[in-house]
C-alpha cells in the first residue's frame, strides 16, 4: 500500500511522466477498443464506422481534457504570456481555428453523418471519418456519370465547409436520377422513333418502377420539393452545331444506371438505322 501511495506521489510531482502514462493508457483501451470494433470483418458496415470514429473523438477528447487539467496552471502562465504575441498567434493557427470551428458548425448543422454521400466542391464520396479536423471519404466518380468508389481516399480539412457548400447526396445511394444524351449528327426527323422508343425505355425500367415510385415519393416528403418524378423522361432539341440531342432521364437504381444507359443507347442506334439506313457506295 505504501509503495502504491509513493509511486502515486511521484507520479503527481511528475507531471511529464504521468502525461506519458495517461496518454499509453488511454492509447491502448482505444486500441483495443477499436480491435473489438473491427473483428474478422474484411469490410466495415455503417455502424462500425459510426463507433470507430466515436472511439476515436472520445479518446482525442479524454486526452486533450486529461492534458488540460494536468497542465492547467502551466497552461495559464503561458496564456498570459502569449497575450502580446495573441494576434500573431491567431494569424499563424488561422487554418486550426477553421477546421475546429468547421467542426462545430458541421454537427451544428448535421448536414451530414458518417456513411452518407456528400460532395464538396469538386470532390464527392462517401464519408468514412470525422473528427475536429478533418473529414475522410471514399471518393465517388460522380462527375463522369458513373457511381462506383474509385478506390481513392480524400482527406478534407474541415475550414472546406465555410469555403464550398456541402451536397448531401445520400439518397443517391439506392436510388438516383441519372441523365445522359445522344447526340445525332445532321438534321433527321426523330419523332416517328419517339413512341417505340419510350416504350423500350418503359420496359428497361419495367422490374423496378414501382418500388422507384415510392421512394421518389419519400424523397419529396423528406425534401419538402415536388421532384421530376420516377417515370423516364425523354426531350430533343439542337446543339448550337447543328446536331440534334436526345436527351434521356430516368430514376433508376444507382447501380443499374450505367447498364440501362447502354441498354437505351443501343436501342436507340438500332431503331436510327433502321428507319436511315446508310446507303453503301
Known amino acids: 500500500m505504501e509503495n502504491a501511495q509513493k509511486v502515486l506521489t511521484f507520479l503527481v510531482d511528475n507531471k511529464l511522466l504521468l502525461s506519458i502514462v495517461l496518454i499509453f493508457i488511454i492509447w491502448g483501451i482505444r486500441r483495443l477498443t477499436l480491435y473489438r470494433i473491427r473483428g474478422d470483418a474484411m469490410f466495415l458496415s455503417e455502424d462500425q464506422r459510426k463507433w470507430i470514429s466515436l472511439t476515436k473523438n472520445t479518446s482525442f477528447s479524454i486526452v486533450l481534457l486529461s492534458m488540460f487539467l494536468l497542465w492547467r496552471s502551466e497552461v495559464s502562465e503561458f496564456a498570459l504570456s502569449l497575450t502580446a504575441i495573441a494576434v500573431a498567434?491567431?494569424?499563424?493557427?488561422?487554418?486550426?481555428?477553421?477546421?475546429?470551428?468547421?467542426?462545430?458548425?458541421?454537427?451544428?448543422?448535421?448536414?451530414?453523418?458518417?456513411?452518407?454521400?456528400?460532395?464538396?466542391?469538386?470532390?464527392?464520396?462517401?464519408?468514412?471519418?470525422?473528427?475536429?479536423?478533418?473529414?475522410?471519404?471514399?471518393?465517388?466518380?460522380?462527375?463522369?456519370?458513373?457511381?462506383?468508389?474509385?478506390?481513392?481516399?480524400?482527406?478534407?480539412?474541415?475550414?472546406?465547409?465555410?469555403?464550398?457548400?456541402?451536397?448531401?447526396?445520400?439518397?443517391?445511394?439506392?436510388?438516383v436520377y441519372h441523365n445522359f444524351t445522344i447526340v445525332v449528327p445532321g438534321f433527321k426527323n426523330l419523332l416517328p422513333l419517339l413512341p417505340e422508343f419510350n416504350k423500350q425505355i418503359e420496359g428497361h425500367c419495367e422490374e423496378f418502377i414501382e418500388v422507384a415510385r415510392r421512394y421518389n415519393g419519400v424523397v419529396e416528403k423528406h425534401a419538402g420539393v415536388d421532384l421530376p418524378g420516377p417515370d423516364p423522361h425523354v426531350h430533343i432539341d439542337n446543339s448550337a452545331y447543328g446536331d440534334q440531342n436526345v436527351h434521356v432521364m430516368l430514376f433508376c437504381p444507382t447501380e443499374q444506371a450505367n447498364h440501362l444507359e447502354f441498354l437505351i443507347r443501343s436501342d436507340f442506334i438500332t431503331a436510327y438505322h433502321e428507319l436511315y439506313p446508310e446507303k453503301s457506295d
Open 89 to 175: 498567434v491567431v494569424v499563424a493557427s488561422k487554418e486550426i481555428i477553421l477546421c475546429f470551428t468547421g467542426s462545430i458548425q458541421r454537427a451544428s448543422s448535421r448536414s451530414f453523418r458518417i456513411g452518407d454521400w456528400i460532395e464538396v466542391g469538386k470532390s464527392s464520396g462517401e464519408v468514412l471519418e470525422h473528427n475536429l479536423m478533418a473529414t475522410v471519404i471514399q471518393e465517388i466518380d460522380l462527375h463522369h456519370g458513373h457511381y462506383h468508389f474509385t478506390g481513392k481516399t480524400i482527406t478534407l480539412p474541415n475550414s472546406m465547409f465555410f469555403t464550398y457548400p456541402v451536397k448531401n447526396l445520400n439518397f443517391m445511394k439506392r436510388y
